[in-house]
């Protein structure tokens, strides 16, 4: 099983980003998604994650300004990020629980990373 995430890039201060993150290879059953980031010198942080039936969560530091979607058929999450701000530079990596066999229990993958920079 692997995540492969994208999307990333350099955008000015208000600008906008999608970044998308598809599971591929052995997948039975896919739980949890979410988009997790880190900052230089910080540790890792939640963003948002939604669940299969489509219940969203934020980080209040992105609320209003990030969505959370997936297409379950594709086995894809995919954060779009509006009025981005510096301090939303770093890396951000997307994550799944999910079930690789049916006689597997959840496991947490992770994608590869993202850089996004916010700067003009």
């Known amino acids: 099983v692997q995540l492969q995430a994208s999307g990333g890039g350099l955008v000015q201060p208000g600008g906008s980003l999608r970044l998308s993150c598809a599971a591929s290879g052995s997948i039975f059953s896919v739980n949890f998604m979410g988009w997790y980031r880190q900052a230089p010198g910080k540790q890792r942080e939640l963003v948002a994650f939604i669940t299969p039936g489509g219940s969203t969560n934020y980080a209040d530091s992105v609320k209003g300004r990030f969505t959370i979607s997936r297409d379950n058929a594709k086995s894809t999450v995919y954060l779009q990020m509006n009025s981005l701000k510096p301090e939303d530079t770093a890396v951000y990596y997307c994550?799944?629980?999910?079930?690789?066999?049916?006689?597997?229990?959840?496991?947490?993958?992770w994608g590869q990373g993202t850089q996004v920079t916010v700067s003009s």
């Open positions: 994550a799944a629980d999910l079930r690789a066999t049916v006689v597997r229990g959840f496991e947490r993958y």
